[in-house]
């Protein structure tokens, strides 16, 4: 039996060896093509047919247009607004009367906290003649923008004598202060620039941040260790220096803290780094240095190492627009590249005038100056010892700015608590003075606080009623 | 619509092709000169401002061109204005003022309803607020900077648009950017009109919302988009969006057409998506009453969600608003960052729209309003047909006082704007980036202060030289006297 088998499977062994070694007799090529040869041949054939049949895939099912009726149907959107309460009812003052020192609110005189109008010029006898002359000859609106006889002769004179003011080349003259700043910093940088940014900056540079699309970094608030920190950090990391624009964006004087920046530390910085600064002087212009050119006249710093200098005029300058300088290389750049330049109407002619007017009463009176440090110093030294809130800020800003020694848990709260305060200061003592707003779009980390706006135009006593009111009521809320 | 001939589209990008060769011919002169000459040693290090090509169409093809933009003048923008001269040693690289002045025919200022020069009611009413509010209130609206001449005017606003309530802003370009932000955030939809303006498309941007984009005025692409965009989600998680916002404009300014809204207002209340109606060149320019673009195409005020204007065009002042129901208002005066952060609109400007919107509606005892609002329909209407009638590419639908006509060629944009004022004929002329490439126009802006002679002055001139630089791509009517036809509107 098992030889049998043995024998069988040796003869099968034998015909298939032969099979494979026998020579089918047909040369191709110059090669005798055996047995085994045909059946490496099938095998190849059956490995390139599974290779090219299609991997098996579910099929796509597209919606059908009844399925794409029900959910639109079925989808419920959220309301465009969320619901007002109580505390969203922001009822301002009214005014009756121009913003200057003293305003009548409610039929009531009222000492005015609440205006940035720093030199006094708001009531100007000059400066509103001048403004009557260009209302008659010019209208109101100058109904079309810079590109499409939107500039008026008015508007030259002005950039012109705000240039030579700064001691710049050139200005750009912006319709509104507001948007100067985000219009500046997309026009320059770009999508893979680097930008670093003081924490504190308001809404308004935030958005031109955002905008640009730039790579943006933070650093702590008005602290120069943790610039330094940054820029090493940054400075290692690039490959290619000569491709890839770096700014670096802060204000002369905080808004949001009454802090000013320093400005010559700020200047080795970047001379060692090789970053361009932009500077937004909107609460500083007119009021800093010996005749009020801004924060680099207070410093000590040539106008020539300030690479980009904005500013709004709605503050020491008692108009409205903003301006922006620079090298002449950088306002050119800016006529055709910046959104807020191109479209849109330009500047009123009468505000031109107005700010063309208020320069020259700065010139021909710097001790405007002079007066305005006083009382800043004065209201300094009354508001000293108010119960539960601290004076943060420079001496030199007249932004005073007072926060809550102890907060009370959140910004709600604690924006309750001022709200309150800010309101029997009126009431009760006819002094207006405000608490900083936040929006809900605001990403600024710095605490909420009571602002002051001190005018070169307030007299001692309207400083001593206000520090006087303060002191008061303060010592009521946190008894 | 715009129908571009062929031949002229091919001698478009001729032209183009050519600029682009020689602008690349001197780019490469001046690198060649910048090796030889040291760079200057304090920008070493630093990466220059532009790079490369980004402004290579400044350089090579706007500043050869640079005179017929930025024209100052030197008086009030009224129908006529003074144009200063400007010269230039080095071939219109730099420009300087000289003292001259010509008197033009002003084709291009934004003054609808001709309150742009000194009014006989609103002047004297300017004046007396600026003495008394004088020219700033240095502070912003939830502060100091709230007097009882912007509480009136929003309330004029609120009834003259015919919604709820109001909120003003100081300018037009804030008022969009600053405001799209606030009422949509990430995880909703924005769809925009295709031809919408920057302001609109940077507040978009602004906002970390997805922009979807529509077929120009076409409400069978906007429900295409919105039934696809519903129907997908939010984009990678295909959660439901949070909310959706249609955002149109009433006229578009480069096109002069209006906005299909019954039909968009239509489509958004079907997939209940929120509409944002940008009526910045509309209001007090169209419409029965000066109401603008709904009272046109009789759509109920109330159907739009929320609606923007701005004071510069038909008001001769600055500014924008927002009118919507009180609740958005409300909440806007809690949020907004342009309410809460900027300075507040300059009191005399806010006395101008007080004034011009009471000379509109009648209010000021006198029919001046009404007279203005059918002397620009007039004007317009009259303007638009004869300009087609001699041959020339005119855009735009009927009632609306913006007029583009087409250029196309890169060369006729210049010899345009400088025949026209060498004869005394101030007009506009856009080309890129405000407009498609091949699509250039010079585009003219009627005025309700413009009296009939001027127009046919400006039509003469026009046709001059439109047959001078051959821009009429149409075949021209059989020239009618322009007498009869004047006789005939009358």
């Not at chain 2, 300014?253 to 209006?258: D, I, K, N």
């Not at chain 2, 009404?370 to 209407?381: C, F, G, T, V």
Request: with cysteine; aromatic share 8%; net charge neutral.
């Amino acid at each position: 039996m098992a030889s049998g088998l043995m024998d069988v499977i040796a003869n099968a062994l034998n015909l298939i060896t032969s099979a494979f070694d026998a020579p089918t007799g047909a040369i191709i090529f110059g090669v005798p093509i055996d047995g085994h040869l045909m059946l490496e041949a099938l095998l190849v054939m059956v490995i390139v047919f599974q290779l090219t049949k299609k991997s098996h895939k579910p099929p796509k099912k597209p919606l059908t247009e009844k399925e794409i009726d029900e959910l639109c149907d079925e989808w419920v959107p959220e309301p465009l607004t969320s619901d007002s309460t109580e505390e969203t009812m922001i009822k301002p003052p009214t005014l009756e009367s121009a913003a200057g020192p003293h305003v009548i609110v409610d039929g009531k005189d009222v000492v005015n906290f609440a205006s940035a109008n720093y030199l006094g010029l708001v009531g100007n006898k000059d400066v509103i003649d001048s403004c009557v002359g260009s209302l008659e000859k010019y209208g109101v609106g100058s109904c079309g923008p810079r590109t499409f006889y939107g500039t008026m002769d008015v508007h030259l004179d002005c950039e012109a004598r705000i240039a030579k003011f700064i001691g710049m080349p050139d200005c750009a003259l912006y319709s509104y202060g507001f948007c100067t700043i985000f219009s500046v910093i997309p026009a320059f940088s770009k999508k893979g620039d680097i930008i670093v940014a003081d924490e504190g900056v308001h809404w308004a540079v935030q958005n031109g941040l955002d905008l640009s699309r730039s790579t943006v970094f933070y650093f702590k608030h008005n602290d120069m260790k943790s610039l330094e920190a940054i820029l090493e950090k940054i400075t290692s990391r690039i490959k290619e220096p000569e491709k890839v624009r770096r700014y670096i964006v802060v204000e002369a004087i905080y808004q949001n803290s009454g802090q000013i920046a320093p400005l010559n530390e700020m200047v080795r910085l970047k001379e060692k780094h090789k970053f361009r600064i932009i500077l937004d002087e909107s609460h500083s212009f007119g009021v800093l240095g010996n005749s009020g050119r801004g924060l680099a006249e207070y410093c000590g710093v040539p106008n020539e190492k300030i690479d980009i200098i904005t500013a709004g005029m709605g503050n020491a300058l008692a108009t409205d627009g903003g301006l922006c300088t620079g090298s002449v290389g950088v306002v050119n750049h800016q006529r055709l590249m910046s959104s807020a330049y191109l479209f849109t109407a330009s500047l009123p002619p009468y505000l031109a005038s107005a700010a063309i007017g208020a320069l020259e009463y700065l010139e021909a009176n710097p001790s405007v100056l002079t007066k305005l440090r006083a009382n800043i110093a004065f209201l300094l030294k009354e508001l000293s010892d108010v119960s539960g809130l601290a004076t943060v800020g420079h001496p030199l800003s007249p932004i005073i700015f007072l926060k809550l020694k102890k907060s009370t848990g959140s910004n709600k709260t604690d924006m309750h608590l001022l709200d309150s305060i800010t309101n029997q200061v009126l009431k009760e003592h006819s002094v207006l003075i405000v608490t900083t707003k936040r929006s809900s779009l605001d990403k600024c980390p710095l605490p909420l606080g009571l602002r002051l706006f001190v005018s070169a135009s307030h007299s001692e006593s309207d400083l001593v009623k206000a520090a006087a009111s303060l002191k008061k009521v303060a010592a009521v809320a946190f008894s | 619509m715009v129908r571009l001939p062929y031949t002229t589209a091919l001698t478009t990008l001729f032209s183009y092709g050519l600029l682009f060769v020689f602008g690349q011919l001197r780019d490469f002169f001046r690198k060649l000169l910048g090796w030889i000459r040291k760079p200057k040693d304090q920008l070493k290090g630093y990466a220059p401002i532009c790079l490369g090509l980004e402004d290579f169409y400044v350089r090579r093809l706007y500043l050869r061109i640079q005179d017929c933009f930025g024209r100052p003048i030197a008086s009030a923008p009224d129908s006529w204005f003074d144009v200063v001269e400007r010269c230039s040693n080095d071939n219109n690289k730099t420009l300087h003022r000289t003292e001259k002045t010509s008197r033009c025919l002003n084709l291009g200022s934004y003054n609808y309803l001709g309150f742009a020069a000194a009014d006989e009611y609103c002047t004297p009413r300017v004046i007396q607020s600026l003495k008394e509010y004088s020219a700033s209130t240095c502070s912003t609206r939830v502060e100091g900077g709230t007097t009882k001449l912007h509480v009136e005017l929003e309330e004029l606003v609120a009834r003259f648009v015919g919604k709820e309530a109001a909120i003003l802003f100081g300018m037009g370009y804030v008022t969009n950017s600053a405001l799209i932000p606030c009422i949509i955030g990430k995880g909703g939809l924005i769809i925009s009109d295709s031809l919408n303006h920057n302001s609109i498309v940077n507040g978009a941007r602004g906002s970390g919302a997805t922009v979807r984009v529509f077929q120009h005025n076409t409400p069978s692409h906007l429900e295409e988009v919105l039934r696809e965009q519903i129907a997908e989600g939010q984009p990678r998680t295909h959660r439901p969006w949070k909310k959706i916002i249609v955002i149109v404009e009433g006229i578009y300014s480069m096109e002069g057409e209006l906005c299909k809204l019954p039909e968009i207002i239509a489509v958004c209340k079907k997939y209940k998506a929120y509409t944002y109606l940008d009526e910045a060149h509309s209001i007090g320019a169209v419409g029965k009453s000066g109401r603008g673009v709904c009272e046109l195409l009789g759509v109920d005020p109330a159907d739009v969600d929320i609606m923007m204007g701005t004071f510069t065009k038909s008001f001769g002042s600055c500014g924008g608003y927002i009118a919507a129901s009180k609740e958005i208002i409300q909440y806007l005066k809690f949020s907004c960052p342009a309410h809460l952060y900027a300075t507040s609109m300059s009191p005399p400007a806010v006395q101008q729209v007080i004034s011009a919107i009471k000379v509109i509606l009648g209010e000021d005892g006198s029919s001046r309003g009404a007279q203005k609002l059918a002397r620009i329909r007039e004007n317009s209407n009259f303007f638009r047909s004869e300009l087609q009638k001699m041959g020339f590419e005119v855009l735009g639908d009927n009632d609306s006082p913006v007029m583009p006509i087409m250029l196309y060629n890169p060369a006729k944009i210049p010899a345009f704007s400088r025949e026209c004022l060498q004869q005394n004929v101030a007009v506009v002329t856009v080309a890129f980036p405000a407009t498609p490439l091949l699509l250039a126009r010079a585009r003219i802006c009627i005025s309700a202060s413009h009296t009939r002679e001027d127009l046919i002055k400006a039509l003469e001139v026009i046709s001059k030289v439109g047959d001078l630089i051959g821009v009429k791509y149409f075949p021209a009517e059989p020239p009618k006297h322009l007498n009869q036809g004047h006789n005939k509107l009358e």
